[in-house]
Every structure is written in structure tokens, then in C-alpha cells.
């Protein structure tokens, strides 16, 4: 277990399972820390899955709010076992822990339906098209062929718990069809584990218009597929 | 090969043939090439010897002569490379390619199972996918001679029960001969590509190794990719390195974090994408062990190819 507190900070975090540990081993260490940490202070808890699934290359995470102590461990297994079972080849990467000392979840409220999501990006990609269609690398593939724009987003997707105060599904793509049909089967995942009850809405993510630059481009027989990254997230590779 | 230090490692696998060269005295030999200041020779009944200034320095049973180089195999899949800048020890494929697969979806750790009781040194693979398992243990095999345990787990995905596999050695030898070279760890997602230790064939199946298993390949409607991921960044600078050296044209590190609010400690994922224009060369030089990339790499190429095709006459 891997241990990250922060002196003078209002949270108490540590990672409790990451890949090469045992699948069994999530609900244990995560008690493990919870018996440690828990005080009359601690107002809430967040138990975070970061995950990714290999064959779509869709990267996620899962997360739990929860004020009560009692099967923290159990809960913390059920979301590490939901988030397994969510496609053929998941690889989790951490189950984090993280203790407050004031509930910080009762700001995540995402209610949007999935049209309206479909509505704002198509809106989006239209701004992005404006911006990009002059591009001189666009111009000089594009030979009279139709141009898509896909940029790289969230969906963050908020579920009614259980028991907890809150649960969040958090999906990266740049395929809103591929992305909804692997959110819909994590969901369904969590709701059959009985972690929720249903799903309550949505939340698209996007960055700055100015943030976004072209990653790569498809050249197809009648349209030119344009993938487009986000500046601000990327690094710099060191000299 | 043990838990000293690299230099007698070093010393016992190269400086080991003199005492054999005394009982080889009438046999008769002739040059197989000069690499500098270094000349093998070839024994007609065998093997071959290395020498510089008139003095042997080593003695080998196996040797792969290549244009400009000449390789002989060592142990534990390290060869020795002798070319006219001169020596270095370097992994053989299999070697390297172990090493990226540990690198990707493996560990390398020690502990204890109670107090009081000894140490214990794990080299394991963890993996949903039976083929990239059996690869561990073939690499494993023809590497180290060792055979490696596997343990088989279940769990539930697409409704269906599955298995996932834990292919582990226990070996206090190979984890301080990994760890020497610095492999992996101390983090857990952290790893160093042996970058001195490759030559160009090593490089590229380091990668296919880390690549089989943190790499994906996506293949949709409207596009296809080929990306690699790790949670360390500095690592995966390495490797983009490695890829740049090899004449690909890898695209920046991109980071994958959480929403920012409400305000939660995170642990950021980082990716770089092969561009469209390497795909080929991706495929035909790297590949990968796994069956699932394999097939869509079938398919890639074929579309790409129209794709080149259609472009050139553009």
C-alpha cells in the first residue's frame, strides 16, 4: 500500500491496489488504511478506480462517495470487480483512497441527457470545423472529400448510489458512440453489482477550442477523418 | 549470473576461455574477419576464439557473423557484440523482449511471507490474456532456463467467467539480474528501456514486449490507431526515444487525468500515438504477441496500403 498523505491538507489519500497486486487484494487493504486513517473528523470518503481498456483504448475511472465507515472494504472490492468485467481486456491501474473532512461530492452534479451531450459536441466539432478547415494539412489531403473533426473529451456520468452520496463514471474517447456503449456496459456493470441504482445524467468535458491541435488524420475514399489533442495535455518530451 | 555486481558478472562470462585455450593449442584456425583492433578466428573443429594484440581473450561455442559486426552468445541472454568501435555486451532479442513485456504488465519484488521467515524474490506477469502468458514463459525459457508457475484466477467480464493468469518465477538470481539493468521498479509502473544493452533487433523487440502489453489498437468506423500507454512519464519519454532512433515519427506524450472538480487527488496516465504515415512500419517492424492486435493489424495494413496508394496519387 502505498501511502501519500498531506500534512496541513484537509484529505488523507494513499493508493491501496495497483497492477501485479492480487484481485482479491482491493476490499483488505482498503480496510486495512480505512482502520488507520478513519477519525470523528472524516466527514468523507472518495474510493477512486483508475482503469483502461485495452482493445477500445478507452481510459476511465470510477468513483465512490460514501460517508459511512462500514463496508468500505466491500465496496471498494465490488467497484475493482465491476470495473474488471466492463470489457475484455481491462487493466486497472489504481484503487485509490482519499479521506475529507468535509463532504466535497455534493458539487458533481451532472444531469444532462445523453442528447443533449450528442447536441453540445456536434455543436463543438461545428466551431472546431470553422477553425480548422483552412488548416494547410487538411487543405492539402482533402481533394473535394467530406472533413470530420473528432477531438478527444469526457463524459463524466453520475449514478444514484446505493447507499453512499455519491458515484461518478468518468470516460475518455473521441467516439461518442464507441464511448456511450462502453459507459452504458460499465453502468450496467455497477448497477448489477448493487453499487447503484440508476443513472441520474451527464456531463461533457471539453477544452478551449483554442486548445485543441490536429494528433493525426485518415484518409478514407470520401471523407478525411481529422483526431484532434488537446495542447494543454501534453508534455514536452525533455531534451 | 548472480546477485554480485555487473563487473564480475561481466568478467565471468567474457574473460572465461584461456585455460581451454592451452588444451586447444594444436588446433587449427583461421580469421573470420578483423573489427578494429580485435581479430576472431574460427576453429576448424568449432568455435571460435577473440583476440586482441596477439592474446586470446575469449573463447565461444556459438557466433553469428553479420556485416560489420559479429555476435557471440554469452549466458542468460546476453551476447557479446564485437564491431570496430569494439565491444559491449547486448540483449539477445529474447532477452529485450522479456524485459518489455516485464516492463509493461510485470514486477519484479521481494518480501517476506512472515516475519522471521527468508526472503522471497518474484518475477511475475500479471494478464488477462493466456497467449501473452505463455509468451512470459517461452521468453522466460529460452532466457533465463527456467521454467515459470502459472496461477490461474477467475473473474466475471461480458458476463462470462474469465481467467487471468499469474505467470511467476521465484529466483533471487534472475530478479537481481532484471534489477541490475534496471528493468523495472522501484515504482510500480516504473521502468528504464536498457537502451545501451540494445542493438537495433533488440530495440524493436523491447518495444513489441511493452507494446503486446500496453499498447492497443484501435480500430473503428471512422478511424484506426496505434497507441502506447504507461502511468510513468519520464519511462515512457525513454521509449519514445527508442521509437525515434528506430526511424518512427512517434507523436508528443498526452496526459489522461480525472475531472478537476470536485478537487481529488489523482494519478495522471500519460500515451503517445504511432502516426498514421509509420503504421507500416509499425507493423512490419514492431508487431506484437498478442492475436487480438495481430488481426487488426491485418486489417490496418490493408487499409492503410489503399490509403498510401490513394495518396501518392493525390
Redo the contacts between chains.
Keep these: 500500500m502505498r501511502k501519500g498523505e498531506k500534512d496541513g491538507m484537509k484529505s488523507k489519500f494513499a493508493t491501496v491496489w495497483e497492477w501485479n497486486d492480487e484481485f482479491g487484494d482491493v476490499g483488505r487493504n482498503c480496510e486495512k488504511y480505512i482502520d488507520k486513517r478513519w477519525n470523528e473528523n472524516i466527514k468523507e470518503c472518495c474510493i477512486d478506480v483508475t482503469a483502461r481498456e485495452r482493445d477500445e483504448d478507452i481510459y476511465f475511472h470510477v468513483t465512490y462517495f460514501t460517508s459511512k465507515r462500514e463496508g468500505i472494504g466491500n465496496l471498494a472490492q465490488s467497484m475493482f470487480d465491476a470495473v474488471l468485467s466492463a470489457g475484455r481486456d481491462v487493466k486497472v491501474y489504481f484503487v485509490t483512497v482519499e479521506l475529507f473532512n468535509s463532504i466535497i461530492s455534493s458539487s458533481a452534479i451532472y444531469r444532462k441527457s445523453i442528447e443533449d451531450i450528442r447536441n453540445e459536441l456536434g455543436e463543438f466539432e461545428r466551431t472546431l470545423a470553422n477553425k480548422f478547415s483552412n488548416d494547410s494539412r487538411i487543405r492539402a489531403v482533402v481533394g473535394g472529400r467530406k472533413v470530420v473533426f473528432l477531438p478527444t473529451f469526457v463524459v463524466l456520468c453520475e449514478l444514484e448510489p446505493l447507499s453512499g452520496n455519491k458515484m461518478i463514471t468518468e470516460v475518455n474517447h473521441f467516439d461518442l458512440e464507441i464511448l456511450k456503449g462502453f459507459l452504458d456496459l460499465l453502468n450496467e456493470k455497477l448497477v448489477k453489482k448493487n453499487l447503484a441504482k440508476k443513472v441520474l445524467g451527464y456531463k461533457l468535458h471539453l477544452g478551449e477550442v483554442d486548445d485543441y491541435e490536429i494528433e493525426d488524420m485518415d484518409i478514407h475514399d470520401d471523407e478525411v477523418v481529422v483526431r484532434l489533442e488537446r495542447k494543454s495535455l501534453k508534455v514536452k518530451a525533455r531534451s | 549470473m548472480g546477485s554480485g555486481s555487473r563487473i564480475r558478472q561481466y568478467e565471468r562470462r567474457f574473460y572465461e576461455g584461456e585455460r581451454v585455450r592451452e588444451e586447444r593449442e594444436d588446433e587449427i584456425f583461421h580469421s573470420v574477419g578483423f573489427f578494429g583492433e580485435y581479430e576472431v578466428r574460427e576453429a576448424e573443429g568449432g568455435g571460435y576464439e577473440l583476440i586482441r594484440k596477439n592474446e586470446v581473450i575469449g573463447i565461444f561455442s556459438e557466433a553469428k557473423v553479420e556485416k560489420g559486426r559479429i555476435v557471440f552468445k554469452l549466458s542468460h541472454g546476453v551476447n557479446l557484440e564485437v564491431t570496430e568501435k569494439g565491444i559491449r555486451e547486448i540483449f539477445s532479442p529474447e532477452r529485450a523482449e522479456l524485459c518489455g513485456l516485464i516492463a509493461a ?3 519484479i519484488s521481494k518480501y517476506q511471507e512472515k516475519k522471521g521467515k527468508s526472503t522471497m524474490y518474484k518475477i ?1 506477469l ?1 494478464t ?2 493466456q497467449e501473452l502468458a505463455e509468451v512470459f514463459s517461452r521468453l522466460f525459457k529460452e532466457t533465463y532456463g527456467v521454467t515459470s508457475h502459472r496461477y490461474i ?1 477467475h ?4 458476463g462470462k467467467e474469465r481467467q ?1 493468469y499469474e505467470e511467476v518465477v521465484y529466483s533471487k538470481k534472475v530478479a537481481y539480474d532484471l534489477w541490475n539493468f534496471n528493468i523495472k521498479g522501484p515504482g ?2 516504473e521502468f528504464h528501456p536498457p537502451t545501451k544493452y540494445l542493438d537495433e533487433e533488440g530495440k524493436k523487440a523491447y518495444i513489441r514486449g511493452f507494446f503486446s502489453g ?3 489498437v ?1 480500430l ?1 468506423p ?4 496505434i ?1 502506447i ?1 504507461s ?1 510513468c ?2 519511462c515512457l ?1 525513454e521509449l ?2 527508442m521509437l525515434i532512433d528506430l526511424g518512427f515519427h512517434p ?9 478537476p ?5 489523482s ?1 495522471p ?3 503517445f ?1 504511432i ?2 504515415e509509420d503504421h507500416l512500419k509499425f507493423i512490419e517492424e514492431i508487431g506484437s504477441e498478442r492475436e ?1 492486435h495481430i488481426n487488426k493489424f491485418k486489417q490496418i495494413k490493408l487499409i492503410d496500403e489503399e ?1 498510401r496508394k ?2 501518392n496519387e ?1
Design positions: 504488465d510485470g514486477s511475475c500479471k488477462n490474456d484466477g473473474h466475471t467480464a461480458e487471468h510500480r509502473y500496453d499498447g492497443s484501435t473503428t471512422k478511424e484506426h490507431h497507441s500507454h502511468s512519464r519520464e519519454e519514445r526515444k507523436g508528443e506524450i498526452g496526459i489522461y487525468d480525472k475531472e472538480s470536485p478537487k481529488r487527488h494519478h496516465s500519460f500515451r500515438y502516426p498514421e487480438m490509403r490513394r495518396r493525390i
